[in-house]
T-cell receptor
Framework: ELKVEQNPLFLSMQEGKNYTIYCNYSTTSDRLYWYRQDPGKSLESLFVLLSNGAVKQEGRLMASLDTKARLSTLHITAAVHDLSATYFCAGRDSGYALNFGKGTSLLVTP | DSGVTQTPKHLITATGQRVTLRCSPRSGDLSVYWYQQSLDQGLQFLIQYYNGEERAKGNILERFSAQQFPDLHSELNLSSLELGDSALYFC????????????FGPGTRLTVL
């Protein structure tokens, strides 16, 4: 069974700083997803990473995938308050369902 | 807005009752997934349907069942409800079985009193 672990689970950072969220997964996953969730809201798709070495960037967020290390990272550059949310990574098992990590609650403070 | 709709938005009911949650996928999407999000268990996959047929089951209790209808909307039925069933239930859809990303609906918040 595919298991996904994220760290850290809680992250408080100052505006303007950089930080990285890590996502490790236990077995082969043919793709890796990153989602954002605001409190009480749905999940918003951020990135889908399909292959080893894939890197995608959107604004202040950049995601990468290393399938050999079974590791994906979500890098936050020059954080702003609007990025405060919970970020989930998810792998996809052979049945196409998503296995989610526990999420990283990010709080960006002035 | 992902294009996936779910009703109702909120549901409050009592233990032992039965409820039905409804999901309409994005236009053209054939695959529907149900997920449960709770503080204890996090986000868990429950069940998947593709073009009317059940394709995969996750951590779905026997008290729960689902179906996908010919018009591709799906319903999740929860019976003999317990306090621990209180959670946010999401439906997601994707275009094909293997391809593409999953788009999530707004969710149904179920509270069992």
């Amino acid at each position: 069974e595919l298991k996904v672990e994220q760290n850290p689970l809680f992250l408080s950072m100052q505006e303007g700083k950089n930080y990285t969220i890590y996502c490790n997964y236990s077995t082969t996953s043919d793709r890796l997803y990153w989602y954002r969730q605001d409190p009480g809201k749905s999940l918003e798709s951020l990135f889908v990473l399909l292959s080893n070495g894939a890197v995608k960037q959107e604004g202040r967020l950049m995601a990468s995938l290393d399938t050999k290390a079974r590791l994906s990272t979500l890098h936050i550059t020059a954080a702003v308050h609007d990025l405060s949310a919970t970020y989930f990574c998810a792998g996809r098992d052979s049945g196409y369902a998503l296995n989610f990590g526990k999420g990283t609650s990010l709080l960006v403070t002035p | 807005d992902s294009g996936v709709t779910q009703t109702p938005k909120h549901l409050i009911t009592a233990t032992g009752q039965r409820v039905t949650l409804r999901c309409s996928p994005r236009s053209g999407d054939l695959s529907v997934y149900w997920y449960q999000q709770s503080l204890d268990q996090g986000l868990q996959f429950l069940i998947q349907y593709y073009n009317g047929e059940e394709r995969a089951k996750g951590n779905i209790l026997e008290r729960f069942s689902a179906q996908q209808f010919p018009d591709l909307h799906s319903e999740l039925n929860l019976s003999s409800l317990e306090l621990g069933d209180s959670a946010l239930y999401f439906c997601a859809s994707s275009e094909q079985l293997a391809q593409g990303e999953q788009f999530f609906g707004p969710g149904t918040r179920l509270t069992v009193l």
